[in-house]
């Protein structure tokens, strides 16, 4: 099994800053596919950034230039970063963590981002 634990949501007001963590624990012996989807109220699931274990990153449009995703490549790499700048009130959601592992997706339980002056 696969653990995914994220960390780093919060409030934080228009235009700020917020960086989220997601650390995969359980049977991953290698560099998997790892990203974020993000789930607003009452809206789908939409995927915001993924970084392959490659280290090839893509990112949904309405992100691109303000989020940065990244995985720590040292010694946990199964670790992966999103860093958010310049945040809008419209980037409000719960943030998912994922893993890909032999066509499994594993997920996190979420955490909740909320931009709001």
């Known amino acids: 099994q696969v653990q995914l634990v994220e960390s780093g949501g919060g409030l934080v007001q228009p235009e700020g800053s917020l960086r989220l963590s997601c650390a995969a624990s359980?049977?991953?012996?290698?560099?998997?596919?790892m990203g974020w989807y993000r789930q607003a109220t009452g809206k789908q699931r939409t995927l915001v950034a993924f970084?392959?274990?490659?280290?090839?990153?893509?990112?949904t449009d309405s992100v691109k230039g303000r989020f940065t995703i990244s995985r720590d490549t040292a010694t946990a790499k199964n670790t992966v970063y999103l860093q958010m700048n310049s945040l809008k009130p419209e980037d409000s959601a719960v943030y998912y963590c994922?893993?890909?592992?032999?066509?499994?997706?594993?997920w996190g339980k979420g955490t909740l981002v909320t931009v709001s002056s």
């Open positions: 994922y893993l890909t592992r032999d066509g499994i997706v594993y």
């Open positions: 359980g049977s991953i012996f290698s560099v998997y596919p």
């Open positions: 970084v392959t274990s490659g280290g090839m990153t893509r990112y």
